[in-house]
């Protein structure tokens, strides 16, 4: 990391924001990725993998179920097969598309500091999403509320080193036709981060973007200029994209908003069991939803994306941080160097419980994403049961993790003062450098101060209840819902999303359709 | 890893090893690096740590508490303090031990298979050593006796990503007279790893080098003539060398045996606070002791080591698994690189009990050995406080992870059988690859299958009695040691080491004296 960018360690206390830190001062948003890369195929067999989704593409073809994609495909110069609703996309159209796609993509958060930056080398984290429900030491598991929703974005809120806001938990409290009010009110008024909309059909999408645009106070150009919020594209592997993802797609490249598309490709399920097979299926799924967002809009902000892990051939379910699903993060990393476009990855875990497995897991996950270079790195926290429930404490533990990992993206000094020769000669042979000067100058900042790691000797801890990591994160998240809103929105801007807000649900919402 | 070694698969059920596998039959002993390495400092600032360390041993002088040492210096060239014990050794003498130390050490083991090689680029595990206390979730925290270690050593023989037996636990219940004596039964005729030999004074050092001698029917010369054991020696940071640990270096060198050298500087206590300082003072402190040994026996294989972590500025503790331990493992791995030497890095955690903390420290902490380049990664299971116990349950977790660190140094293929446009065109749009073909012929051995990593469902796990990574882990060290020896050494030998053993413990034993 020798010439990775330093980032600025001054606190600052900002207008609207509540929180206390509770780790050293180093600024955890802006972020870039300090490790090497690791390459797991050579150069020629990533060429091969490649070109052999390009054949995928244009030989076997993708199942399209929207009629309206079709006919942007068709008109593409695309081979469409409407009695299949088969399409054969051409690698020149591929080509132009990758060309076309940004190699760089800046979304705008609530305020400035909170922008993000989708572009090769940056890196961003993103907690568990996506899920079902939610586990916590208090109340147990149990289907994910909107009020878990909300509680999670304000965790999401307090640490700097998750840097957008996906769809944690889904809400089903909340009828489906309200439900994006109130996961857009929730983003909105509890975050000042990058917020996400759910690609539920054009009614939602529109009015989520309505929403955010009006929250910020911008016109409908200034809102479609820029990118202010993102959406994530599953594509149906093997070979399918459905009817509102590939809406979600259309819309947001018109609307020149955020898509971040990401085929779900278990090896040995729904793609090929090898780690070249199963990613080869992922990358022609992502070119060609990043192909139609480009026939909508060249030039539409789209991020390629990979999931691709493993299955336990045992049992057939899901797993996560394994060697496989590692090698195939690295693959993935090779393909998005070679097509030059910002990418994102995932970690994961498939513990029931946040336990020893839980953090390897997802921390073995995260290291996978590190070293292929990922750009954002999402179910990097909170993650269990391959992300059927989202869990609070393990969220504030795998945090540290995040944190450690930020901290060595800041700029390491070995100037004369750190080598020190002063305070070597100063302190005698077999003594300490507790009260030594160069220790005196440093010891308050020197060091990433742990918030869950607690290095107490076995007596100190057990006194203090012997607590293992979990039950401090029940503390830790308790202490941070407790402490009020980590962000409080302008009161003019919640009033007008009220009021919003109930004039649509008064008119029955927005149905899931497309 | 494109280029990584291959390892043979095949289980190769060797003659008196009676043990199951209970993963997949990667050979996990032979492992390349497949990691990029990471520099955490500039190349130009990694020379002025060098130059800085052999400053520090030119001027300042390192004190060494044994007559013996300090007259190898002194006839070597360097300018002795009879007085202060100071020694000051010139950068010629160190250049010259760096010149005439081996860049590659082969070390016998009880078996030919088992051997392994110290050399820059290979990678060898030991699991967490030199505890005070044992625990485990059945029997509690307790001070380590012998049956403690015989058991540790049976756990350790059992899992081949564990490539040689450290001094896991002192057994305390045994007198230090004897201790050696029992150590060395434990580790020959449980275990056909190579064994460790502590350095506590000549009489029990040559007692250890003979019995390893004749248990393995060498002659004294084929003894001297290989390494067939190790010890480790610290340093008492800062800047000297005591009375053990001077005669362990002489006579390891002596007998052509293996000496890893590594000081324990922590940052902020015994070392300055700094990354740069402390390994300035680490890796002055290893020339020194590698000197020593090229003085005693030019091209005596010593491995340059180092554990450098950080204090917990609060408490004074030491903290394990940190950013700032990740990077004194880079810095060190630099240091390395420049002198050419194989050499020892360390894992290890602060956390009290086998959680997500100390998961989490210890996989940290491994990483950042891994993009060290390492050869020899120490406590990189089952290392709880900071080193004051060994946990069963940790051992068994972290080897989990170590296993998975394996299977990455295996070579990935991305041949077009992997790529599998066959298997691709196979399955249909939205179909699945459960029964395709290809995934039949692979499905019993594509993945790596985890042994305490649990993906069964919420439900399923739950029925299963809702057990913990840690409490899984307790079945499986409890099966492994119920199923009978990992190892029988052959019963002639075990009955003249007994024969050894008794003459000697009636004769008193050996002192711990130099």
Known sequence: ??????????????????????????????????????????????????EASLNVLENLGIKVLLPQARELFKNGGAKVDESTEMVFIGRDMVEAAVGSAPGSIPIMAGVRDKDILLAPGKLVFQCGA???????????????????????????QHFDVLHMVPPIVEPQDVPINLRHYEVMRAQLNLSNKVPFVFSRGTPQVLESFEMIRDFRGLSDEEFHATSQCYTIINTNSPRQLDIPMAQGLIDFAKAGQVSIVTPFTLMGAMAPITIA???????????????LTQLVNPGAPVCYGTFTSNVDMKSGAPTFGTPEHF??????????DKIGLPWRSASG?????????????????????????????????????????????????????????????????????????????????????????????????????????????????????????????????????????????PGDRVENLEHYIDKRSGEGGAPPIS
Not at 277 to 291: M, V
């Open 327 to 336: 090698r195939a993060s690295l693959a993935a990393g090779q393909l998005a």
């Open 277 to 291: 097979g199963a990613i080869t299926l992922s990358h022609a799924e992502a070119l060609a939803a990043i192909t």
């Open 1 to 50: 990391m020798s010439e990775a960018e330093t980032s600025p360690r001054a606190t600052r206390r900002k207008a609207g924001e509540r929180r206390e830190r509770i780790s050293r001062v180093t600024d955890y948003h802006n972020l870039t990725n300090p490790f090497p890369k690791m390459k797991v195929f050579s150069d020629d067999r990533i060429d091969a993998i490649h």
């Open 130 to 156: 996506g899920a079902p429900n939610v586990t916590d030491l208090e109340r147990g598991r149990r289907p994910g509320t909107l009020a878990d929703f909300r509680e999670l974005v304000r965790l999401n």
């Open 349 to 489: 875990s498939s513990a029931n419980i946040n336990d020893a497995q839980a953090s390897n897991e997802t921390q073995f996950g995260v290291w996978g994403c590190l070293l292929a270079g990922a750009t954002v790195i999402i179910h990097a926290a909170g993650w269990l049961e391959g992300g059927l429930t989202v869990s609070y404490e393990k969220l504030v533990t795998d945090c540290e993790v995040l944190q450690m990992v930020a901290e060595l993206c800041t700029k390491a000094q070995a100037g004369d003062d750190e080598i020190a020769l002063d305070a070597l000669a100063e302190v005698a042979p077999g003594g300490h450098f507790f009260g030594a000067n160069h220790t005196m100058q440093r010891y308050q900042t020197e060091f990433y101060e742990p918030f869950i790691h607690d290095c107490s000797n076995f007596g100190s801890w057990s006194e203090a209840g012997a607590k293992d990591a979990d039950h401090r994160a029940t503390d830790v998240w308790k202490k941070i819902l407790q402490e009020g809103a980590q962000y409080d929105a």
